[in-house]
């Protein structure tokens, strides 16, 4: 069973910065994507940011600018750096893959468990 492992939420204060990490655990054939989405209550969980093992980046617009995401495929790992931080940017954030575990598999999503960013005023 692959897991996807958080950490690196937490209290900032608006204009601070804070940086999450995500390592996949478990083995894994293919992983092409791994991002972030974010999701406050009552709405539905929305895209942050994705890369592929190519480095292909994609944003919303909403942290174009702000964000960066980057990727260790080695390390099976994804990070994203949070700077200009907005009380509106306070969310679970989930980190994401696109997962084939096995050869004979297909791809699915997978998610980890959330990590919370609070962003005060």
């Known amino acids: 069973q692959v897991q996807l492992v958080e950490s690196g939420g937490g209290l900032v204060q608006t204009g601070g910065s804070l940086r999450l990490s995500c390592a996949a655990s478990g083995n894994t054939y293919s992983m092409p994507i791994m991002g972030w989405y974010r999701q406050t209550p009552g709405n539905q969980r929305e895209l942050v940011a994705t890369?592929?093992?190519?480095?292909?980046?994609n944003y919303s617009d909403s942290v174009k600018g702000r964000f960066t995401i980057s990727g260790d495929n080695a390390k099976r790992t994804v990070y994203l750096e949070m700077n200009s931080l907005k009380p509106e940017d306070t969310a679970v954030y989930y980190c994401?893959?696109?997962?084939?575990?096995?050869?004979?598999?297909?791809?699915?999503?997978?998610w980890g468990q959330g990590t919370q960013v609070t962003v005060s005023s």
């Open positions: 890369i592929t093992t190519d480095q292909i980046t």
């Open positions: 994401y893959a696109l997962l084939q575990q096995r050869q004979w598999e297909s791809l699915h999503n997978t």
